[in-house]
Nanobody, 123 residues
């Protein structure tokens, strides 16, 4: 069992930055690949970024490539999402998730989810 708690969301102006954190409980965090997804009002949940269990491989949606950076610190049981050059269309609830297997960009592959943190980007 893994419990995930996101933090770091908030209100920021366009062009600004935020860093999201996701703290995981349990001793098996390092055995899970992690991902960030987001869901805007009236839209489906979408993949944002993913990282392999050792942090060597990273993946990004085209919409955030070059602006967002995912990283993890297995000693701290934490995964991060550094978001730069934020745009109003980045406004959404951001969720972190953990998976053992499956495709990094498929939400159904993820076994555990956090409660989400709101990110609002004003124009």
């Amino acid at each position: 069992q893994v419990q995930l708690v996101e933090s770091g969301g908030g209100l920021v102006q366009a062009g600004g930055s935020l860093r999201l954190s996701c703290l995981a409980s349990g001793r098996t965090f390092s055995s899970y690949a992690m991902g960030w997804f987001r869901q805007a009002p009236g839209k489906e949940r979408e993949f944002v970024s993913g990282v392999s269990w050792r942090g060597i491989s990273t993946y990004y949606a085209d919409s955030v490539k070059g602006r967002f950076t995912i990283s993890r610190d297995n000693a701290k049981n934490t995964v991060y999402l550094q978001m730069n050059s934020l745009k109003p269309e980045d406004t959404a609830v951001y969720y972190c998730a953990a998976r053992r297997s499956g495709s990094y960009d498929f939400s159904g592959a993820y076994d555990y989810w956090g409660q989400g943190t709101q990110v609002t980007v004003s124009s």
